[in-house]
């Protein structure tokens, strides 16, 4: 009696699979920093919070698969002030992003196909690619550059016929790297001259610094038929525990066939439907603020790390990660010591181990992601922890 | 440029699929009766609904993959009230049933593997296989018997070495046959014989009538090692839209490789577990009240359905559904003609055509599923309705 092969072989998260280190360390009576996980300290909108409390009907029923129809309408606003011109045929809201990839990983490749994604990537496409049995081909990014995307003779050297995508994360997740209209309309070229679609992570779109801007997927009209846009409330409202997604295209036929993967769970969550539509109708000042924010968290944490010696990292220009190399042979390693071996004054930092966000096996090893998610009293902390750990740490092994 | 075979194979929902033609049919003006699908028009529990209310974290976050800690443990005292011991490391809380249904189909089977499950069966479970690539053998039973279990020796014709699990749905949707514990010990014998997985799907569990008690397959230890159950509150609580469930095993292997597929997205909606938790620990009145009602209901929908001419249909033991077998050829074409060319009074019905609750190309054509989840009132109006929609039918095709 043996388990699947999938299930042996997929991955666990690099973010949680070390939460058992930071329960014992916090049983012990220490006090731990997360910045292993994207969990935002931002208040979740009081808008959206009052939804819970308000509601009146008596029976908490399915909504529709696709979606409930007011919420709909609400994405139709939220996109059309990004210029973003859509019909509700266009968009299946879904249970958080994970399910906006996992639908779109499925809709378009078979089992044993394959999709090009750029590394470091959301370790979590790893696991969707595991459930959809599709191979993940990555095409390797560099810290050291800023994680730029690779030339198209790169992208082209690893398109087979199996190959059905190139997926991008922008800003990306760990690299905070944000994709210049020029990057995205070369990636949709690749694209369409290969007949393949563009699978387009936006989680983070309104986390962009230094006054740059973002460019969506859906913002190139000639690509419409190409793109496939996946989203999620849960960073750009705080409000992660909501799980609410969506899966978005101009493509009739994703869209026909995304709605069949859709009803057969039925629905997303219903009240956790309206809390996502009240953020709809936040004014933009809300994002300028959390923007600010997250503007001189980076600040904090890059000056922090740079001033390191030997730790390399380029300034993230978008998301709320950065990915530091570290002048130690197993991040992995370093961060077990630091939950299980090290504190000062009773309190530790937790980061994430970037190997997992590589599919190439070997790279990352030296490296973690931090989040920047904690308010700048406490990200001082941490960081002066981290780095007298690491410190520590080195002279140590 | 093509969408995965997947995407072309995944059937539309029976239950779902139809909606377009009912909303037509309500913007026409004319009332539509939903016996199409399981939404329970029982009010979700006031302690259920009162958590939304109180929430008061100021950031909704992430919980823990597995489930949140205090949930976990309301499941140890709903199953344990059921004699089922559990610890909080074999319960995974799940983004519904569906998500679990999912994960034990994907933690056993390999794409390309097989899965024994009798027919008619759950018609999603058609679409979670083809998303995992994986296939259905469907073992046929029959409405003419009350859908009773075939012998071992039907069910070992069907093992192959690519056979993983039989799967039960128990009581049944969409037969409403509740198994015995000697079925039940016979389905785990062959199991444990040839070493494979036991799945159970038991989230109609308290949806039992006539006084007849439910086996769960976790009441039996020494199948423990092969046991899966899936759950989920949406029936029992009338809560569909909270969208939680969970998957339950006492094998430590299941659960460890079901905790990487669960990490990878991240956790279930964050207060709807918290409002789930509340109905664990309602009075056990609240389960004979409702079981009262739905076994009157039953009695109702049957004695109406036996009373027309030509339909064949035993009386359900469980859950909240009936098949009924109709004396005419296409029950989907009927059911598109009562929305769309028939009314009584400015009032119409929807039921679900059978055939896609059945593997077996060309059976349940002639067959329908009524859902019994109106109030007598109502579902007394939508059986009239029904009886003589069907008389003007078969006169006029």
């Given at each position: 009696m043996k388990l699947s092969q999938r299930a042996l072989n997929?991955?666990?998260?690099?973010?949680?699979?070390l939460m058992p280190h930071a329960q014992n360390t916090k049983n012990r009576g220490i006090k731990v920093y997360h910045?292993?996980?994207?969990?935002?300290?931002?208040?979740?909108?009081s808008e959206m919070i009052k939804v819970y409390h308000e509601f009146s009907e008596k029976v908490l029923a399915y909504g529709p698969s696709q979606g409930l129809e007011v919420y709909q309408q609400g994405l139709i606003h939220y996109y059309g002030k990004l210029g973003i011109s859509l019909s509700a045929q266009d968009i299946i809201v879904t249970t958080a992003g994970s399910e906006a990839i996992t639908f779109a990983m499925m809709v378009v490749a078979n089992e044993g196909d394959e999709i090009i994604v750029p590394e470091?990537?959301?370790?979590n496409y790893n696991g969707f690619a595991t459930m959809a049995s599709i191979q993940l081909k990555a095409i390797t990014t560099y810290a050291e550059n800023g994680f730029a995307l690779p030339a198209d003779t790169e992208f082209e050297a690893l398109i087979t016929p199996k190959t059905k995508a190139i997926m991008l994360c922008n800003p990306g997740n760990p690299t905070g790297a944000v994709y210049s209209k020029e990057d995205i309309f070369r990636v949709a070229n690749i694209c369409k001259k290969h007949g393949i679609f563009m699978i387009s992570d936006?989680?983070?779109?309104?986390?962009?610094?230094?006054g740059l801007t973002h460019t969506s997927v859906l913002q190139i009209p000639e690509f419409s038929e190409y793109a496939i846009l996946v989203d999620s409330v849960s960073k750009r409202y705080s409000?992660?525990?909501?799980?609410i997604g969506c899966i978005v295209s101009k493509n009739n036929e994703i869209m026909a066939a995304t709605l069949k993967f859709a009803q057969a769970r039925l629905c997303p969550p219903t009240i956790d439907q309206l809390a996502a539509n009240a953020c709809v109708y936040l004014p933009d000042e809300y994002f300028h603020e959390m923007v600010t924010e997250y503007q001189s968290r980076r600040d904090l944490v890059y000056d922090e790390l740079v001033s390191i010696p030997g730790v390399i990292c380029k300034k993230p220009q978008g998301a709320f990660y950065i990915i530091a190399k570290l002048p130690i042979a197993n991040a992995e390693d370093f961060v077990i010591w630091m939950l299980d071996n090290y504190q000062m004054n009773g309190e530790t930092v937790m980061a994430a181990p970037?190997?997992?966000?590589?599919?190439?096996?070997?790279?990352?090893?030296?490296e973690l992601r931090l989040a920047y998610i904690l308010n700048k009293e406490d990200l001082g902390k941490a960081m002066n922890i981290f780095r007298e750990g690491l410190a520590q740490y080195i002279k140590t092994h």
């Open positions: 997929i991955q666990a998260s690099p973010i949680r699979k910045l292993n996980i994207g969990q935002p300290d931002i208040p979740t909108p470091p990537f959301y370790t936006e989680v983070y779109r309104e986390f962009i610094y230094d409000a992660c525990g909501a799980r970037a190997e997992g966000f590589y599919a190439s096996s070997g790279l990352g090893k030296d």
